[in-house]
């Protein structure tokens, strides 16, 4: 009689149920895994988008120092990578490419929003021939303008520091 048959049939493999356990814990650990990089996802989306709108707002500075005013409306930001936006009346010989490389749209597909001048400007008294600033945002993941998760940059011009305001701040959008 071999050692086997004596003490009866030896263990060969896991069981089912010991299977299944170890496989609930992998998908619970692969779950937790998941929504932490999510979170981080999104996170990583805002950061692109508010380093676009920078960017953006950059290229609308330089734009102004050489047309003395902000795009228009019409000419939206498209004009920062394309001369056939530029408006017909604008002297077209000193537009340069403000972008390299052309970003019609924001990380979730959506066009980026623009006014030449923004919704919350008071032109100054003291100092009229200030130019207005503009507005520029991201709709947000939602692709819906005026919602809690839209991204907005305040204009240059709009500083209360006592300077000429270029530069630009992103700010979160504080809702309608």
Not at 54 to 61: F, R, Y
Not at 92 to 121: C, T
Not at 147 to 164: F, N
Request: charged share 25%; net charge negative; no cysteine.
């Amino acid at each position: 009689m071999t050692p086997r048959q004596m003490h009866g049939y030896a263990r060969t493999g896991f069981t089912l149920i010991e299977i299944l356990i170890v496989l609930a814990i992998v998908v619970m650990i692969s779950g937790l895994a998941a929504v932490a990089l999510f979170g981080q996802r999104e996170k990583a989306d805002v950061q692109a988008t508010q380093i676009n709108l920078g960017t953006i707002g950059d290229a609308l500075d330089a734009f102004r120092l050489d047309y003395r005013r902000y795009p228009t409306d019409e000419e939206g930001v498209a004009v920062l990578w394309d001369r056939e936006q530029l408006d017909a009346d604008a002297e077209s010989s000193s537009w340069i490419k403000y972008l390299e490389d052309p970003s019609p749209r924001d990380v979730w597909g959506n066009a980026w929003g623009y006014a030449q001048e923004s919704e919350d400007y008071e032109p100054d008294e003291e100092n009229p021939a200030a130019v207005a600033p503009y507005d520029l945002w991201s709709n947000g993941p939602d692709g819906e303008e005026g919602t809690d998760d839209d991204i907005r940059m305040a204009g240059a011009t709009g500083s209360s520091d006592g300077e000429d305001g270029v530069g630009s701040d992103l700010l979160p959008d504080q809702g309608p």
